[in-house]
């Protein structure tokens, strides 16, 4: 081989080297910290079908949970027409449960909504409002699903999770949109506030918005400690924000 042929060859390995990472950068998901850990979970059992999609009938979606059989825990800011700053008719959303591939294990109408007396849609200022940024669905029929509860503990506690106990973090990614994507590799590891948010690294995305933090107790109980908000925008290193699930269970009129 000549040293000619093999000068061609080794800039032809250099430019797919180049090529294949411009398009690994290109493909790089927002909000995956590091390697991607999240994996699809199966919806025939507990908690993952009280878990689903809160659907607008423009087609965008967020993540919801059932913690009730006829209420469901959302993020507020999708529920909001981005272009005049209004909230949406509850007649434009629609619940589905368990969502997995082209089936679902429950489907309502949504009746009405209740926002968190405290969040203001702020779109020029977001992490203002990322705080409260919490909203219940009352669903026009009841689901036959188990409820999720909702955690008292306190945001501080919540940092001191026992390395036994398992944290997890679960929704409807854009990326694989009708299946539940999971997180189980990830931490709760700081406050923001004064500890009206908290600060996770678990992988999360488009979509994953309202989509719950469970523990699992030794004792098998499961229940929701945080609902995630957003990907902050502000940091050098991104990461995620979620409210703490005794807060909006302390909001909660009924």
Known sequence: ????????????????????????????????????????????????????KVIRNDDGYCTGTLIHERYVLTVAHCLYNANTGTPLS???LTFYAGVHGTENDGESRIDSIFFSPEYVYN???????????????????SLPLLPITLSDEPSQSLLNIPSHARVIRAGYSFDRADYLMADSTCHLYGQRDKGRLLIHDCDSTEGDSGS???IAHDDKTIEVIGMHVAISKNQKTQHGLAIPASRIKAAIPF
């Open 1 to 52: 081989m000549s040293a000619q042929t093999l000068s061609k060859i080794l800039l032809g390995i250099f430019f797919i080297f180049i090529a294949l990472y411009a398009y690994a950068a290109k493909e790089k998901i927002h909000g995956i910290v590091g390697t991607d850990d999240r994996i699809v979970m199966h919806q025939n059992n507990w908690p993952w079908s009280s878990i689903g």
């Open 90 to 92: 509850p007649k434009n």
């Open 123 to 141: 779109r020029a200022d977001e992490t203002s409002m990322f705080a409260n940024d919490w909203a219940i669905l009352k669903l026009s029929s």
């Open 212 to 214: 719950p933090f469970f």
